[in-house]
């Protein structure tokens, strides 16, 4: 027999993990159960980019820990959701085990773009997101001397920096003029480059990698633009994310960008509600940052349990 959930949330960070705190407040007895697609409790993503030099345990950076599960009465399972049927109400997990749910939460993120590059090496790339993939850029960088990062976003220059300070020579490649152009004005710009550089980290601006070949003794040689080639030991791309967009495509929820939502956090189908960095306002617009995560969540998960509240919008 298939169990029954009154809330199934897809999804544990911040949105998710908000949403189902919210609903255990107004509904004292719902059963909520929580889907993490990943091998540890949820965490702060936003710290393992910051503790690639020094490290960090499996259980470091706990939003919740498991004894939070219990006192909130919320069931958490490790695994992926591999389909939703909007008719029958239910999910279908890697394993093939359904479930029923009367409301659903799609908190499922953003994942890592990587541009159309060529060559041989493109699958050595490395990109982070996740607490096991900052894990496997430790593990690997171990073995490197030499590092090229490609993006200047924030967290391509917190990786470049922390490469650098593990006594790695790194190189950072910007396809714009400055390091954090939607974030800094030119001269808080200018000092950050400079800081970098202090710290030997060599910037290359307005450049884009092309390719990535490996060679015959296991380096990689990148190709950046027409005129530079840079033999590497390890690449890895921070050039943006996008809405996790594929579970609500494929159940047939509308989507564009991100899964569609109106200022109560509610998609194209009465019972199914997005929040976090998968959710598409009406203004076309979608956050992507924690804060508003989090209050997305309490939206959805005040809305679902039968409370009325609204999103709308904050700069943070």
Not at 60 to 84: G, K, R, T, Y
Not at 281 to 307: C, F, K, R, Y
């Amino acid at each position: 027999m298939t169990p029954t959930y009154s809330y199934i949330i897809i999804g544990s960070g911040i949105a998710g993990l908000k949403a189902a705190e919210s609903i255990r407040r107004i509904d004292g007895d719902g059963k909520i159960l929580l889907f993490n697609g990943e091998d540890r409790l949820p965490y702060k993503r936003t710290k393992i980019s910051k503790n690639i030099r020094a490290g960090f345990e499996k259980n470091d950076f706990l939003i919740a820990d498991a004894s939070w599960f219990d006192a909130m009465q919320i069931e958490i399972i490790n695994s992926n959701i591999s389909a939703i049927a909007l008719k029958l109400q239910t999910v279908t997990d890697r394993d093939k085990n359904k479930y029923r749910w009367k409301k659903l939460i799609l908190a499922t993120g953003a994942i890592p773009v990587l541009p159309a590059i060529k060559g041989t090496g493109k699958e050595a790339v490395l990109m982070l997101r996740t607490a096991t993939d900052a894990e496997v850029i430790i593990r690997k960088a171990a073995g490197c001397e030499r590092i090229l990062v490609a993006g200047g976003g924030v967290l391509g220059v917190e990786i470049a920096e922390q490469l650098a300070l593990a006594g790695k020579s790194v190189t950072l490649i910007h396809r714009d003029q400055m390091l954090l152009s939607k974030q800094f004005d030119p001269a808080m710009s200018k000092n950050l480059l400079e800081l970098l550089q202090s710290k030997g980290v060599q910037v290359i601006f307005q450049e884009e990698v092309v390719s990535v070949t490996k060679t015959g003794n296991g380096k990689l040689l990148v190709q950046v633009g027409e005129l530079i080639q840079q033999l590497t030991d390890m690449v890895i791309f921070s050039t943006g994310v996008e809405p996790d967009i594929s579970l609500a495509e494929k159940a047939g929820l509308a989507t564009q960008k991100g899964i569609k939502v109106d200022a109560f956090m509610q998609t194209s189908h009465p019972n199914i509600f997005a929040a976090g960095d998968v959710a598409e306002h009406p203004d076309g617009s979608i956050t992507g940052l924690w804060h508003a995560a989090e209050m997305q969540g309490i939206v959805a998960g005040t809305n679902a349990a039968g409370g009325k509240a609204s999103y709308a919008g904050h700069s943070f």
